[in-house]
């Protein structure tokens, strides 16, 4: 590796037209035609299964229902059928383990018949249950390297959906993954039982207030995914991107994001050709990607799907990821996901878009008579009764090496988990809070009973982008989830405090005689609002005076993963988990342990990589700079020549400095390495950065060997 390679890749790119290598998009078919197309959706069931194994499976899909066993061979059959029939040669069950991505593995439909030839079979004993090998996956302690077994269920409410390769294809399957005993090993198990939990609580919510749902109550999801693109040449060319997912090194150029002309600007051909197909490859998945952009920093842009069930979203997330990565490669790009590829300008986060809602309804959303708008006033004392209560959770569920870089730094939400509501709804709830129910809303009052509740106006808010939970009109937005993160884990969390939240309301509310319904409804909405509203925040979340005055009101600030990760020892989760059936006490430490393994990891993979580069890449091309401008002073003495004598001497000792820095470092990042110390290792790696970068601006630009943020960041 050396500057060979960064200038490779500059006339590369110089000499690469806008030309689309995915030609063949399907621009040739309307969007309805090719929607879904690659998906075993409920249409296609209905055309391939028998009307009573149909209608069993959809009571199953669509309420909850337990699988009725006895279909699994009709729909396996059927299944296959029409993957077979899509150039699907393969199955797999598609499940996501603790390791923050997807995992498969591919089973050919072929079977011997026996007298030459094949074939194709797949039963529904195949269908509902996979063994996998447990033994490599991150599991905390759940199974041993030696117990190797682990097996993957079918997901019935999780349509299979076709995998195109140039190749071939294969037919995913989604899947829970559990151990040989029973524990869960993935994210989709306990994600599944935490909206179990919610929608149960929920729905007792409705009952209270006489009403009963026509179906699932149901919490649902819109995911916001922010990205970087740079060239795949620039890409190879930066090891530390390769290995890390982030620049170690680097040095903001002098325009970057400043004159903000990149956000909602006009999207460059070449990345249009890109979101083009990966609209298309989404909609063929049944992904309803709906918005596409440039995000506020140059080279990030954002795609953001419409509102599904919860389940089927976080899906749906994940399978996005993946497109954007492989499309990315296709057109010669490089889509980066890390939550902080570039030091000094903004990072990539998902904006974790929550709902709940009955069929045709939403409970988070303002109605227009006084029962809706106090069915919405109780669950929204719920949320807030529910983040103030498990803060340090929240915190913990958007934990990470890359989300730490992140969080806080003046373009993210902070590490203190607070509530943004908008004036309006804060001066209705305050009122409530203080027995008073007048309302600002041009609207006026809402009578319930003898008590007064204020009519909630839709859209009584602004945005305010630096809150970590803001209220939008009828969700809450949750921004702090890292780019990389699964959107599962922040959803576990969300859905169970929620569910207790509700769980402690509903017992009050249910001994409540109907002729004082009203009256100690407002009473306890008024007690939650009392207790619970030091989370609620209005200002600007990155600044100084929040953090004092977070302080103050006795709100954690959580800067650091590991102390993060923390709260999911405490008997507080472990009871609240344990009481929904959403995670056992095994299960919850288990995930305490994967995750702070795979921080440290991270963190050493990022320091052994800073001293490699630095040693094999930095020192070397210094060294020459050195001996370059030592020469030309010699030469100059020897001629006698005075002037531009002090300021190459002036150069040499900066140079100097940052090289002894540079050795410095690099042998306390050895030791720092020995020791196993975390926070060592990060302390030392910024020691490197700041030598590294310096001598970025010292060393002739034909000798650094590495792109450089402006290179990475304009030229694509």
């Known amino acids: 590796m050396s500057n060979i390679q960064r200038k490779q890749a500059l006339s590369a790119i110089s000499g690469r037209g806008h030309e689309n290598p995915g030609h063949a998009i399907g621009r040739e078919m309307s969007i309805s035609e090719i929607y879904g197309e690659d998906v075993f959706s409920l249409k296609v069931m209905k055309d391939y ?9 959809r009571a199953t899909i669509s309420n909850g229902c337990t699988l009725d066993p006895t279909i699994a061979d009709d729909v396996a059959n059927a299944m296959k059928a029409w993957a077979v029939k899509k150039g699907a040669s393969h199955y797999t069950h598609w499940f996501q383990p603790l390791t923050g991505s997807t995992a498969e593995k591919h089973d050919s439909f072929i079977e011997p018949d026996g007298v030459g030839g094949v074939i194709m079979k797949f039963s529904g004993r195949h269908l509902v249950q996979g063994e996998s090998d447990a033994s490599s996956f991150p599991s905390g302690g759940i199974r041993a390297t030696f117990e190797a077994r682990g097996y993957t269920a079918w997901d019935p409410t999780s349509p299979a959906f076709i995998k195109r390769e140039d190749s071939g294809a294969t037919l995913c399957i989604p899947t829970a993954f559990c151990s040989y005993t029973g524990e869960a090993l993935d994210k989709k198990t306990p994600l599944m039982r935490s909206i179990q939990a919610v929608s149960e609580q929920a729905g007792r919510l409705l009952e209270c207030f006489g009403e009963k749902p026509t179906g699932r109550v149901v919490p649902t999801l819109g995911a916001e995914q922010e990205y970087f693109l740079i060239d795949k040449a620039m890409y190879l060319a930066r ?123 939403n409970l988070l959303n303002p109605g227009e008579d006084a029962r809706s708008d106090a069915r919405f006033l109780t669950f929204l004392c719920a949320v807030i009764k529910a983040v103030d209560t498990h803060a340090d959770l929240l915190r913990a569920s958007v934990a990470g090496a890359g989300n730490d870089h992140r969080l806080g730094a003046h373009e993210a939400p902070p590490a203190i988990i607070s509530i943004y509501l908008g004036e309006q709804l804060t001066e209705v709830l305050e009122g409530i809070g203080k027995g008073k129910a007048r309302s600002s809303s041009p609207r006026g009052f809402m009578q319930i009973g003898v008590d007064t509740l204020p009519v909630m106006p839709l859209d009584s808010t602004d945005r305010n982008r630096t809150s970590p939970l803001a209220f939008t009109g009828n969700k809450f937005e949750f921004r702090a989830v890292g780019s990389n993160h699964s959107c599962a884990g922040p959803n576990i969390v969300l859905n169970t405090i929620v569910a207790e939240a509700l769980d402690d309301i509903c017992t009050k509310l249910e001994k409540v005689p109907k002729g004082r319904f009203n009256k100690d409804l407002q009473k306890l909405l008024a007690e939650i609002i009392s207790k619970h509203k030091r989370v609620i925040f209005n200002g600007d979340n990155y600044s100084q005076a929040w953090i004092d005055e977070a302080h103050k009101r006795g709100l954690p600030n959580i800067r650091k993963s590991p102390e993060a990760l923390n709260a999911l020892l405490s008997d507080k989760a472990e009871k609240l988990f344990k009481k929904y059936k959403v995670l056992s006490e095994v299960e919850l430490r288990s995930r305490h342990e994967v995750y702070l393994k795979n921080y440290c990891a991270v963190i050493k993979i990022e320091g052994e990589l800073a001293a490699d580069i630095a040693t094999r890449m930095i020192f070397p091309v210094a060294v020459k700079q050195q001996k370059l401008l030592s020469d030309t002073l010699l030469n100059l003495r020897e001629l006698g020549i005075k002037y531009g004598q002090p300021a190459i001497e002036k150069r040499l000792k900066k140079l100097g400095i940052l090289i002894k820095s540079l050795s410095d470092s690099v042998e306390d990042m050895t030791a720092a390495l020995e020791d196993n110390s975390t926070d060592d290792i990060i302390a030392v790696t910024e020691d490197i950065r700041e030598a590294v970068d310096g001598l970025e601006k010292e060393v002739d630009d034909n000798l650094w060997p590495l792109p450089t943020y402006g290179e990475m960041l304009f030229i694509y």
């Open 49 to 57: 299964l028998p009307g009573d194994v149909f209608r069993k499976l």
């Open 239 to 361: 090891p530390d991107l390769m290995q890390t997912g982030r620049t170690i090194f680097g040095n903001v150029p002098p325009k970057h994001q400043q004159l903000e002309d990149h956000y909602f600007g006009s999207i460059k051909t070449r990345i249009l050709n890109f979101m083009t197909e990966v609209d298309h490859n989404l909609w063929r998945l049944g992904i309803p990607a709906k918005t596409r952009h440039n995000e506020v920093a140059p080279a990030q842009f954002e795609i953001a799907l419409v509102f599904e069930d919860l389940n089927l979203a976080v899906d749906h997330n994940m399978m996005v990821m993946e497109v954007l990565r492989k499309v990315a490669d296709k057109h010669g790009l490089a889509c980066l996901l890390h939550e902080k590829p570039f030091a000094g300008i903004n990072g990539s986060g998902k904006h974790n878009n929550w709902s709940i809602n009955p069929p045709g309804d």
